[in-house]
């Protein structure tokens, strides 16, 4: 539901979009799940939507090319956990995604949306982080997903820059992985703290959601999971968080969460007897 005092275009062409997009104050809208919701509590007051619904023709799609997988900007969540090829190429995203919301936020719901928001919590975030993902503006330019996210809902986007693609090279078939998530509920929850795991012989990514202004990679995290040492890896984790508190957690919890939920994830991943609490002998 868009609302009435703000005119809606609704462009055929990415060409047309960018051209509106031009004009100060306008804003893009995928599915609308975060926009309509900033709108209503007077977070974003644009002085034009964009409709970017009929370039789904253009921008909705999942492609392979050799190693990469390309990803439409108006794929939705659905359509990415439908997908043969994502489920097996980049299990990662896929378990990140199947935490996105309920069923109606996915049907809605787009990836280009998800990085568009900028938000730390944003669950697509960690995996992409994690796939060393590279994002397409306006179809012709590559940014590493890293560098495009400024701080929370902050890109480094021109004015009528479009978020088209994400692509990223497709996961080894010896590798494993997990998304882990903590939210206040089972469901349709923001994840107070998340983590993104990649391990395969010699090469670990840890990529940490919500406990930072942006989604963070560990370094430090990562060279402790290649040589082994799992608690290690858990207390890099939580000394890399820069949470902040607010209402639904206290920057000491989402810290100290963002540790468990890498050793969480690991036991998942490997096995219980794998790895050892934080402050214990470091495997
Ligand atoms: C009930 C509810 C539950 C939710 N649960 C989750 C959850 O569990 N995990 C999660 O990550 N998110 C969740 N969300 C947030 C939201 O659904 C996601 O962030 C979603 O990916 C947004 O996509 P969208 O297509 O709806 O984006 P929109 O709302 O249309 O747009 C979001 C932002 O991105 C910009 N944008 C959109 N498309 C582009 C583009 N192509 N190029 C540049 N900018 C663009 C818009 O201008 C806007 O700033 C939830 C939202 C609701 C309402």
Redesign the pocket.
């Known amino acids: 539901m868009l609302q009435a005092d703000v005119p809606v275009y609704t462009p055929a062409t990415l060409a047309e979009a960018r051209q509106l997009l031009q004009e100060p104050g306008t804003?893009?809208?995928?599915?609308?799940?975060?926009?309509m919701?900033r709108f209503k509590d007077g977070v974003w007051r644009p002085t034009a939507w964009v409709n970017?619904l009929r370039l789904r023709g253009e921008l909705a799609y999942i492609r392979e090319d050799g190693d990469w997988l390309e990803v439409g900007?108006l794929t939705t969540f659905s359509e990415l956990l439908a997908s043969r090829v994502v489920r097996e190429r980049a299990p990662l995203l896929a378990k990140a995604v199947r935490?996105?919301?309920g069923p109606a936020?996915r049907n809605?719901?787009?990836i280009?949306?998800?990085i568009?928001?900028a938000s730390p919590?944003?669950?697509?975030l960690p995996a992409l982080y994690a796939l060393d993902a590279e994002v397409l503006v306006n179809g012709v330019t590559t940014i590493g997903i890293a560098e495009l996210m400024l701080g929370p809902g902050r890109l480094k986007l021109q004015a009528g820059d479009?978020?088209t693609g994400v692509r990223f090279r497709a996961q080894a078939p010896d590798e494993v992985c997990t998304f882990e998530k903590l939210g206040l509920r089972a469901a349709?929850?923001?994840s107070l703290a998340s983590v993104a795991v990649r391990l395969a012989p010699g090469m670990a990514r840890v990529a940490l959601g919500a406990v930072a202004p942006t989604v963070i990679r560990v370094p430090d995290a990562e060279a402790a999971l290649v040589a082994g040492h799992a608690a290690a890896a858990a207390a890099a984790a939580q000394e890399a968080a820069r949470p902040i508190s607010d209402v639904r957690a206290s920057a000491e919890y989402r810290r100290a969460m963002a540790g468990n939920l890498l050793l969480r994830g690991l036991m998942r991943m490997l096995g219980p007897n794998l790895v050892s609490p934080i402050g214990g002998d470091p495997r």
């Open positions: 804003r893009p809208v995928a599915g609308g799940t975060d926009a919701v970017l900007a935490t996105v919301g936020i809605m719901g787009t280009g949306g998800n568009g928001t919590a944003g669950d697509s479009l978020i349709h929850a923001i």
